[in-house]
């Protein structure tokens, strides 16, 4: 019954599925190695719907952004530290989490569609790179922060362009 895991940074390659089920997992520190948390996990976490992982930390590594999809769906998540190397978070990957709160690092100066969409997120500041915040792909109704608990944003003073739809429904 394992409620908190650091793994150093020192750890340069992480298995699939170190954490098969471990569901009690609340706080999670570790390199950035993986594409989705589900691949740290396995199928078998039930983390998705509710599980008790509430905090993720993750450290510095060779990547440097954040995949399409990479923690979506992780309902449980309430607080994250992304580290201060990744430049680009990838399309819907904060999607449909609990995250209520988050501060981008200033080192991410790319963003891809609906990071955000129907995600708990209430209050964010996001990277002074922004330039651009990206709208929707082909539907009107999926916007950066679609959906979203969105109740207040800073916005960077360089940001140049907001794209269609992306405070859609907030």
């Given at each position: 019954?394992?409620?908190?895991?650091?793994?150093?940074?020192?750890?340069?390659?992480?298995?699939?599925?170190?954490?098969?089920?471990?569901?009690?997992?609340?706080?999670?520190?570790?390199?950035?190695?993986?594409?989705?948390?589900?691949?740290?996990?396995?199928?078998?976490?039930?983390?998705?719907?509710?599980?008790?992982?509430?905090?993720?930390?993750?450290?510095?590594?060779?990547?440097?952004?954040?995949?399409?999809?990479?923690?979506?769906?992780?309902?449980?998540?309430?607080?994250?530290?992304?580290?201060?190397?990744?430049?680009?978070?990838?399309?819907?990957?904060?999607?449909?989490?609990?995250?209520?709160?988050?501060?981008?690092?200033?080192?991410?100066?790319?963003?891809?569609?609906?990071?955000?969409?129907?995600?708990?997120?209430?209050?964010?500041?996001?990277?002074?790179?922004?330039?651009?915040?990206?709208?929707?792909?082909?539907e009107p109704n999926e916007g950066f922060f679609s959906f979203s608990g969105l109740e207040s944003i800073i916005l960077p003073k360089n940001i140049e362009s907001l794209g269609p739809a992306c405070f859609a429904y907030c």
């Amino acid at each position: 019954d394992i409620k908190e895991i650091f793994i150093p940074s020192t750890v340069k390659n992480i298995g699939t599925d170190i954490l098969y089920a471990c569901n009690n997992v609340e706080k999670l520190t570790m390199p950035y190695l993986f594409e989705r948390i589900s691949n740290v996990f396995g199928d078998g976490i039930n983390n998705m719907n509710g599980g008790k992982l509430s905090e993720v930390i993750l450290l510095e590594s060779d990547r440097t952004e954040i995949a399409e999809y990479a923690f979506s769906g992780m309902l449980s998540i309430q607080k994250f530290t992304l580290p201060n190397n990744i430049t680009y978070m990838g399309t819907k990957s904060f999607y449909g989490t609990g995250i209520n709160s988050f501060i981008m690092p200033n080192s991410v100066n790319e963003l891809g569609e609906c990071v955000f969409m129907l995600s708990s997120i209430e209050k964010i500041t996001l990277s002074e790179n922004i330039k651009s915040l990206p709208g929707s792909g082909d539907e009107p109704n999926e916007g950066f922060f679609s959906f979203s608990g969105l109740e207040s944003i800073i916005l960077p003073k360089n940001i140049e362009s907001l794209g269609p739809a992306c405070f859609a429904y907030c």
